[in-house]
């Protein structure tokens, strides 16, 4: 009997000492253990942690070390601390709770919560299942339950799912990001830095959660444009209200990394207004997306022209006289009458359009090389043209063109855009006038009047961009492509040019050449020169002296022959009037012969008739010796001498008339009247 009692014994203590030993469970330092109950009481519906010592996953979990639950009661799970890694977050989720209220996809948030460790104080203080708002930041490592909460992070999932619901990744037979619609990238801080290539970005916010957007809005500001509209009215400058605008409101709600502050604040579902700046956030990635955007950067020599797609309602401050659409005063919806100048803006891009606008001088070349300073004519090519001809030119061209930053808007407000100024406006206008003005031309002209062309091509554009409020700085054809026959014959004429050219280089050497032999012979006969111009000296001075001895002999003759001209003048005054009295008589007496010696003709012709009054009067002149009755040569007929001087006399009066004979026997009485000829004496 003392047998079967120590056998008992034995086998009571061999029994407690395994039960003791399956009771007794070590927990590692960085682990915790879930007790579960085995048997117990039911828990209530829809719970999973028993608080009360109910059958199930119990509230309080076992700390590192050795821990002792009576088996087979108990049953001890270990589960790893959570540890959020470093440049990560930690994303929970509560699997227990009250239900969301319908709409809600996060849970509310409150201080009291802390970091999820207190499950009884999460559910005494209203805690709700799902997604909560709150992220646990990098390097969190906390004993947190594994089935109250599941934590996320970009490494694992720490917890238990209690829903069938819940994928495994891959056949792994474990639970990741991917498993609740995440990938790792989602769950590391947000770095809002400057990229590789140096470019300003910023981080545009969209929120999943919240109230809806207000009718017509597109994106929520926190507190509305309220703060604007109070500004306008209380008149302040334009630069403050900007300044407004471009300032964040992200201090209400630490830049969306306390989500709950940011919902307390009115913020609403959606695109939101106010954007990240550099800095590094933690923020759950089931309430906020970020995309990384370019910064609104405007160097010097531009401004930007805002478009804005929020705000106020649209009031136009373009006056009655434009018509090319709204500006209005920053805050309100439509284009800013004000740019922004030299600056960098954290602007976010989906509600603000910027258009950058040079103000310095921009050049633009249609040309196949575009600028480097900037892209605006990269789709411009040259001009093609025909002239009159139909010769096809390709012509570069280089336009200066500048925009005033006061004008800069309404430009905006005319064309959209700059490129649009480019390839719609300028390139249109540019190439119609260029084709033409060259197809009114013949292609030679256009060569040789380029200038010309290039002038009033300026002109024209000036008065068309006028028109944009652009000005033009100038005009300049940088080359001309011809076709290669004109080539040909252009290369023909401009040989034959530098030909002639030539030639009247050539002759200018050759005169070049005289001129210098005759210095070099001027040279030397330097010597003799000197000599000629001393002994012309001496001439000159000798030709000096007589031309003086001359002028004093003139002198003297002309005062002698002036005394001696009055002398004769006297003396031939005299003279003449003696002449002219004895030539007076004489005519008179010779006029009386003459008119009685007619008077006796005409009264002979009147008794005795024409015939004989003309014999008498030959042998008057006969007898006055005035007629050569005997011929020098006799010539002797059958008539003898009478009838040989009939027959002269007969010739004299045919040839003469009786006048003649008259006249030539009055001539000859004039000259010789006293002399007799030999042959009448003889007779």
């Given amino acids: 009997m003392v047998l079967g009692v120590v056998i008992i014994v034995v086998l009571i203590v061999a029994a407690v000492g395994f039960v003791g030993v399956k009771s007794a469970t070590y927990v590692g330092p960085t682990e915790i253990g879930l007790p579960i109950k085995r048997f117990g009481a039911k828990l209530g519906d829809g719970g999973v942690i028993a608080f009360n010592g109910e059958a199930g996953y119990q509230a309080e979990l076992l700390m590192p070390g050795w821990r002792f639950r009576l088996w087979p009661v108990f049953r001890i799970d270990k589960y790893s601390w959570v540890q959020v890694p470093a440049g990560g977050i930690g994303v929970v989720i509560a699997q227990v709770g009250k239900p969301l209220p319908i709409g809600a996809k996060s849970a509310e948030y409150k201080e009291v919560f802390g970091d999820f460790r207190d499950i009884r104080s999460f559910l005494e203080n209203g805690g709700e299942k799902g997604v909560q708002r709150a992220v646990l930041p990098p390097g969190t490592l906390a004993p947190i339950h594994p089935i109250a909460f599941l934590v996320i992070t970009s490494q ?106 940011f919902l307390d604040h009115g913020g609403r579902i959606g695109l939101q207004h106010d954007p990240l700046l550099y800095g590094a956030y933690l923020l759950n990635p089931f309430l906020v997306q970020v995309e990384l955007v370019p910064m609104t950067v405007v160097q010097q020599g531009e401004v930007a022209v805002i478009k804005s797609y929020v705000g106020l309602p649209t009031q136009d401050t373009s006056g009655a006289g434009f018509k090319f659409g709204s500006m209005v005063n920053p805050g309100h919806q439509g284009i800013w009458n004000e740019p922004l100048r030299t600056g960098k803006y954290p602007l976010n891009p989906r509600i603000y359009a910027a258009e950058i606008v040079p103000t310095s001088i921009l050049t633009l070349n249609w040309a196949t090389a575009a600028s480097e300073a900037h892209d605006l004519d990269k789709s411009l090519n040259p001009i093609s043209a025909k002239s009159r001809e139909g010769f096809e030119f390709d012509i570069d061209l280089q336009v200066l063109i500048h925009v005033p930053d006061t004008h800069a808007a309404q430009v905006i407000s ?21 084709r033409n003005t060259l197809q009114g031309l013949p292609a030679v002209t256009f060569i040789e009047t380029r200038d010309d062309v290039q002038k009033e091509a300026e002109e024209y554009i000036r008065a068309y961009l006028s028109r944009y409020e652009v000005e033009t700085r100038g005009v300049y054809i940088q080359d001309v492509v011809l076709p290669a026959q004109l080539v040909d014959v252009l290369t023909a004429r401009e040989i034959a040019r530098q030909q002639q050219t030539t030639y009247e280089q050539e002759r200018t050497a050759e005169e070049k050449r005289v001129e210098l032999e005759q210095v070099r012979g001027t040279a030397a006969m330097q010597a003799e020169l000197a000599k000629s111009s001393v002994s012309i000296k001496i001439k000159q001075n000798d030709a000096e002296g007589r031309k003086a001895d001359a002028a004093g002999a003139a002198a003297y003759a002309k005062t002698t022959g002036e005394a001696d001209a009055h002398v004769v003048q006297v003396k031939g005054e005299a003279q003449a009037h003696v002449v002219k009295a004895t030539g007076e008589a004489e005519a008179a007496a010779i006029e009386a012969q003459g008119v009685a010696r007619a008077i006796g003709y005409e009264k002979q012709r009147e008794a005795l008739g024409p015939e004989a009054t003309a014999l008498v009067a030959v042998f008057s002149e006969i007898g006055d010796g005035h007629v050569k009755i005997v011929p020098d040569v006799l010539v002797g007929g059958g008539g003898g001498p009478l009838d040989g001087l009939a027959a002269m006399l007969t010739r004299q009066i045919a040839r003469d008339g009786i006048e003649g004979l008259s006249a030539n026997g009055d001539e000859q009485q004039e000259q010789a009247p006293a002399k007799k000829s030999p042959t009448s004496s003889a007779s």
Avoid: C
């Fill in 156 to 261: 694992k999932v720490y917890g238990a799912p209690v829903s069938p619901d819940v994928p495994v990744v891959g056949n792994t037979g474990k639970y990741g990001p991917a498993s609740f619609g995440l990938r790792p990238e989602h769950l590391g801080v947000v770095n809002i830095t400057p990229t590789q290539e140096g470019t300003d970005v910023i981080g545009v916010i969209t929120a999943l959660e919240g109230k809806p957007l207000a009718k017509g809005d597109i994106a929520s500001r926190l507190g509305g444009y309220g703060d604007i509209r109070q500004m306008e009215e209380e008149k302040k400058p334009v630069a403050e209200v900007i300044g407004a605008l471009i300032g964040s409101k992200n201090d209400l709600h630490n830049n969306y990394q306390d989500f709950q502050a």
């Fill in 414 to 434: 005319m064309v959209g855009t700059m490129k649009n100024l480019v390839n719609e406006v300028l390139e249109s206008a540019v190439g119609n006038y260029f």
